[in-house]
T-cell receptor, first 109, second 113 residues
């Protein structure tokens, strides 16, 4: 079973920041949180990952709570091309990604 | 950079036919994975490999076989295709080391009639 919980869908206005939440209350101390997105039926695209500290790259920022039980992916200036399904994933002890159903993010003009 | 390349991109098979899906990566990654994705669902792991010559079962391995004869290639075989194997198949690879992300190909869309 997926180790994460995400809302099934979210809307965001174009140009605004999109904040996607994820709960992972059973995460272990050495497990990373990964974010991917999938546009239409293309291959999943890696966005960002983190362990304890907040992370930022050219695509997004990842905010992880101090207890590590939840995280938020932030797309700072959403565009129409950011419309996709976003997956929050915790890697299991066998280094396997266990995928849930993700959040369908719709960016509206 | 080519990254992860999957062939073919589309295929239609009849029940009982066999075929092999090819995944090739040019990033010198040790780990490789095969997933399937059914409509409206997340990915499910079929088989994976932690290095040349080694393979292991994932969450849904039944009906599939794999081989990793060369480090850069990971083959997924269907010996006797069934309609339940109609799906989109994704291959991924990653470097060794804690926290390294997986990188995916564009998928193979397979229909079994």
């Amino acid at each position: 079973d997926a180790k994460t919980t995400q809302p099934p869908s979210m809307d965001c206005a174009e140009g605004r920041a999109a904040n996607l939440p994820c709960n992972h209350s059973t995460i272990s101390g050495n497990e990373y949180v990964y974010w991917y997105r999938q546009i239409h039926s293309q291959g999943p695209q890696y966005i960002i990952h983190g362990l304890k500290n907040n992370e930022t790259n050219e695509m997004a920022s990842l905010i992880i709570t101090e207890d590590r039980k939840s995280s938020t992916l932030i797309l700072p200036h959403a565009t129409l091309r950011d419309t996709a399904v976003y997956y929050c994933i915790v890697m299991d002890s066998n280094y396997q990604l266990i995928w849930g159903a993700g959040t369908k993010l719709i960016i509206k003009p | 950079n080519a990254g992860v390349t999957q062939t073919p991109k589309f295929r239609v098979l009849k029940t009982g036919q066999s075929m092999t899906l090819l995944c090739a990566q040019d990033m010198n990654h040790e780990y490789m994975y095969w997933y399937r994705q059914d409509p409206g669902m997340g990915l499910r792991l079929i088989h994976y490999s932690v290095g040349e010559g080694t393979t292991a079962k994932g969450e849904v391995p039944d009906g599939y076989n794999v081989s990793r004869l060369k480090k850069q290639n990971f083959l997924l075989g269907l010996e006797s295709a069934a309609p339940s194997q109609t799906s989109v198949y994704f291959c991924a690879s990653r470097m060794t080391g804690n926290g390294q992300p997986q990188h995916f190909g564009d998928g193979t869309r397979l229909s079994i009639l």
